[in-house]
């Protein structure tokens, strides 16, 4: 079940290209979690904080910025919530990601910027929070150009979702064991069941284990 008395809350991530229905699952998630314990829905970018007005501007193009120092940006904008991230976790709150550090490094890597590295592009997270799990809703760039809104904002063309598409794959050979890949093409019910299920097996697991793993 979903409740978490007595044990901390888990972090479950979701991520994918755009348009996979990230944001779609996992408020479904929400939804149903909170009928049974602490749950929260947050998302990266948050375009609410400092960096993140910032971040808001450069995806609606209204900014152009260094691609490494929007890449620091985007970093930041996930420590500066690091410490309440924690604290919820401690007091038993479940929170779900709507994109997390492996988009950081994801989206930057595929910018294929000379001496950032996949590496590189990971290291300005290393020590924050590791997720308990990790969604990745797998979807072909072509069939997410296809969706409705796509296109609207900065990185959403068809060559550079390929691009992220192959990072992830990769990010996800590195950590096979938090990594759950699912279908986004499939029926959005079944997706959500199938979705609730690897989440109730991860809160079981998360109650009796530490909130000490850290992003490598
Ligand atoms: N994005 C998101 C990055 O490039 N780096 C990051 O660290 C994060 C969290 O922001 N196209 C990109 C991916 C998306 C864009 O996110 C906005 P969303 O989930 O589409 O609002
Ligand atoms: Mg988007």
Redo the contacts with the bound molecule.
């Keep these: 079940g979903a409740s978490t008395a007595g044990g901390r809350g888990a972090l479950i991530c979701f991520e994918g290209l755009?348009r996979s229905g990230?944001?779609t699952q996992a408020k479904r998630l929400f939804e149903s979690l909170k009928k049974q314990g602490k749950v929260e829905l947050w998302?990266?970018?948050d375009r609410q904080t400092p960096t993140g007005t910032l971040i808001k501007q450069y995806?609606e193009n209204a900014e152009n910025l260094d691609d490494r120092a929007v890449h620091l940006l985007?970093?930041a904008n996930r420590w500066e919530k690091m410490q309440d991230m924690v604290k919820k976790m401690e007091a038993g709150t479940t929170i779900l990601m709507?994109?997390?550090?492996y988009?950081?490094a994801a989206?930057?890597a595929a910018k294929n910027i000379p001496g950032a590295s996949l590496a590189w592009c990971q290291a300005s997270d290393a020590g924050l929070p590791a997720p308990d799990l990790t969604i990745f809703l797998k979807l072909s760039a072509t069939a997410a150009a296809s969706r409705k809104g796509y296109g609207e904002?900065r990185?959403?063309n068809t060559k550079f979702q390929e691009q992220v598409y192959q990072q992830y794959a990769t990010l996800a050979q590195q950590d096979p064991s938090c990594w759950t890949t699912l279908p986004a093409e499939e029926d959005m019910t079944l997706l959500s069941d199938k979705i609730r299920e690897l989440v109730d097996t991860t809160l079981d697991d998360v109650r009796q284990a530490a909130l000490s793993a850290r992003l490598p």
């Design positions: 755009d990230k944001s998302r990266f970018p995806l985007y970093s709507d994109r997390y550090a988009s950081g989206y930057t904002e990185y959403e």
